[in-house]
């Protein structure tokens, strides 16, 4: 039995890691497309990508593995049952529940390792994930000049360019405005063509013109009365170098204080202390909403008594007591009448808007602490759904024992997509505090689950259930126009029999 074991756990391995790689890398397309914006045209080094690129993939895996694990399972049983070999084992007396037994326990390791991973390797993957991306953001996009086009991401300078050259760095009709001074356009440069590069440190901008004319105008003397020359200096040049410094360009690393109390990088402990301070902070928030609302005096008092003090004690306000205002009103003279409405309408317009800010500050609040939930039951769905994975493709590849990336492949994304389209609608739902937070995160599993087990029942006794040709057959049978067909010609040869001799 050892030597099926280590056979079913070596035959699963491949199509595992495979498998895993390929999701991987299909799913960090996916991101790439996603931030592709955030640093095309920084002028990012190897390194920095790289790393950032480290970053996503770990960030993927959870969500990787039970893919992975899906396709594996329903590739190898599905090669097995194509080959006959889970016919010969269950002819030589091995049940399938046997059979899978070695890759139930490999399963379970994914699945604890997963959890692992998201509890303890992710919170610091997605924290330094996430303050690399912030400095990114930040980072100063690199010098890009378009022709006919004035730039002025050079401090100081206003620069167009005619023309460039796609074969080479070479730029031509070249026009510089120094604006270094603030005076105005009255320095301007003009060259035939010319090269612009960034100095290795990224600090300096090195322009190198060809053929060009510097125009300054100079300022006339002040002693001169109607002085109306307006003096100005041109200078040729066959070659220059302009060297000026810019500010900005440097790559510099944000501190991962900056990320803060950030959900996706926080542990279970971590997630739920950061959740219980939120709560008690919007409990805190809703109190002092309903001590600032204006009420009348006497209930002013008994609300502001209430809300200060613990909540064993007890309010003296008798709520159900009755009062007739309008009795009150009648026996009024009409200008304190008329002085009680108003100030009830601007209190009631008051509470109003007090209310609708509330409203929208608690609601806000009240969302981003169920994202903290939200997250905190992330890391057991995800870690459990490699287990119920498993128990659904491996039945359905003994079922339908078609091996290779093929059908398996087919199958596995159909219902990877329908798992991901309802636990995501859950996610949705848990975060916007529709039904309770546990409900939404854990519909998708608890629907998974019991398929997953009634598939490996009814591969463990060899259903048809995915036998087309069964299928076929029952509905052939409740065809009531084939049933009448039959029956006539049942009734035929009866019809042609002989009265006297029977035939």
């Not at 399963?107 to 390792?113: D, E, I, L």
């Not at 105008?217 to 020359?229: F, G, I, Q, T, Y």
């Not at 491996?394 to 078609?402: F, M, N, S, T, Y």
């Amino acid at each position: 039995m050892k030597q099926l074991y280590k056979y079913m756990i070596n035959r699963f391995i491949g199509p595992f890691f495979m498998t895993f790689f390929i999701t991987v890398f299909v799913l960090l397309m996916q991101f790439l497309w996603k931030y592709l914006d955030e640093f095309v045209g920084k002028g990012l080094d190897g390194d920095v990508i790289a790393e950032l690129m480290l970053y996503a993939i770990s960030s993927l895996i959870p969500l990787a593995l039970p893919l992975s694990m899906l396709l594996a399972s329903i590739m190898t049983f599905g090669d097995l049952g194509e080959n006959n070999e889970l016919l010969a084992m269950k002819a030589a007396g091995i049940s399938l529940t046997r059979i899978m037994r070695p890759l139930i326990f490999l399963s379970v390791f994914v699945s604890v390792f997963a959890f692992y991973f998201a509890n303890d390797v992710m919170p610091v993957t997605n924290r330094k994930f996430a303050a690399l991306l912030l400095s990114i953001r930040y980072q100063k996009p690199e010098l890009i000049v378009k022709e006919g086009v004035f730039s002025n991401e050079v401090d100081g300078y206003s620069i167009k360019v005619g023309k460039k050259s796609k074969k080479s760095d070479k730029l031509y009709n070249i026009m510089i405005y120094d604006h270094t001074k603030n005076e105005g356009n009255v320095s301007v440069t003009v060259a035939d063509s010319g090269t612009m590069k960034m100095s290795e440190d990224k600090k300096y901008m090195v322009l190198t013109l060809f053929a060009g004319q510097a125009y300054t105008d100079v300022e006339s003397n002040p002693r001169r009365r109607n002085n109306k020359e307006y003096p100005f200096r041109n200078d040729k040049f066959d070659k220059e170098v302009l060297i000026t410094p810019i500010k900005g360009m440097d790559f510099k690393r944000k501190d991962e204080s900056t990320v803060g109390n950030f959900y996706k990088a926080l542990s279970l402990k971590q997630l739920s202390s950061s959740a219980d301070s939120m709560a008690k902070e919007l409990d805190r928030r809703r109190t002092d909403f309903a001590v600032k609302l204006n009420y009348l005096p006497p209930l002013t008092r008994e609300v502001v008594s209430y809300a200060r003090t613990d909540s064993a004690a007890k309010s003296n306000l008798k709520m159900d007591e009755y009062v007739d205002v309008d009795s009150m009103l009648t026996h009024m003279n009409r200008n304190v009448k008329m002085d009680i409405i108003n100030q009830a309408l601007r209190n009631a317009r008051s509470n109003k808007r007090s209310l609708q800010q509330a409203k929208d500050d608690l609601e806000l609040r009240t969302k981003w602490l169920n994202k903290y939930w939200v997250e905190w039951h992330r890391k057991f769905t995800l870690s459990l759904a490699c287990l119920i994975f498993f128990f659904i493709g491996a039945p359905l590849g003994a079922i339908i024992r078609k091996g290779g990336l093929g059908m398996p492949l087919v199958i596995s994304i159909v219902l990877f997509i329908f798992y991901y389209i309802i636990s995501m609608t859950g996610e949705k739902m848990s975060r916007e505090g529709v039904g309770h937070i546990w409900e939404g995160m854990w519909f998708s599993s608890l629907l998974f689950l019991p398929a997953g087990i009634f598939l490996t029942y009814k591969a463990a006794n060899d259903s048809v259930i995915l036998n087309m040709d069964a299928y076929a057959e029952f509905f052939r049978k409740l065809n009531p126009f084939k049933k009448k067909k039959k029956e006539n010609e049942e009734e035929q040869p009866k019809q042609n029999e002989n009265p006297f001799t029977g035939q």
